[in-house]
């Protein structure tokens, strides 16, 4: 059911053998830097570690029960991160046809004193940012 994008394979945050191409090489752990690079077609189907910076450049879609089949029922999904940044890719809870029937839960870290992050030469985006 699901077609935005690059029509390429679903991989599932939960599944190790999806991170092995990557630059991390295993599943994202507490404080990591994570890239969903281009073409990537990511499904978060976990409730993260708190991670640093996530930088999406492909696709994440939040799990669905009854969009995406490998998901079971009841999941709870939840993205924790310092930043949180869409840079030319997507995040996806539903569309129109599609909506999405759950909690769909960003959860940002950081205080005053958190360092800024720099997403380019010449933008800084604060302490936390989605």
């Known amino acids: ?3 935005y994008g690059d029509p390429g394979p679903l991989l599932y945050w939960s599944d190790p053998a ?3 191409n990557t630059t ?16 990537m077609r990511m499904v978060l189907d976990v409730i993260t570690p708190v991670l640093s910076h996530v930088r999406v450049q492909g696709e994440l879609f939040f799990a ?16 924790h991160a310092y930043y949180v940044e869409a840079n030319g890719g997507t995040i996806v809870a539903g ?7 759950h ?4 959860v940002l870290y950081g205080q005053r004193d958190t360092p800024s992050k720099a997403i380019s030469n ?3 985006m604060g302490s936390k940012f989605l």
């Open 95 to 101: 569309t129109e046809d599609q909506p999405y029937l």
């Open 122 to 124: 010449s933008q800084n």
């Open 18 to 20: 999806s991170w092995e």
């Open 64 to 79: 669905d029960p009854g969009v995406f089949t490998e998901v079971e029922e009841e999941v709870e999904v939840e993205l």
């Open 24 to 39: 991390l090489g295993r599943l994202p752990a507490e404080g990591d830097d994570v890239e969903i690079p281009v073409n």
């Open 1 to 3: 059911p699901i077609a």
């Open 103 to 106: 909690q769909a839960k960003v």
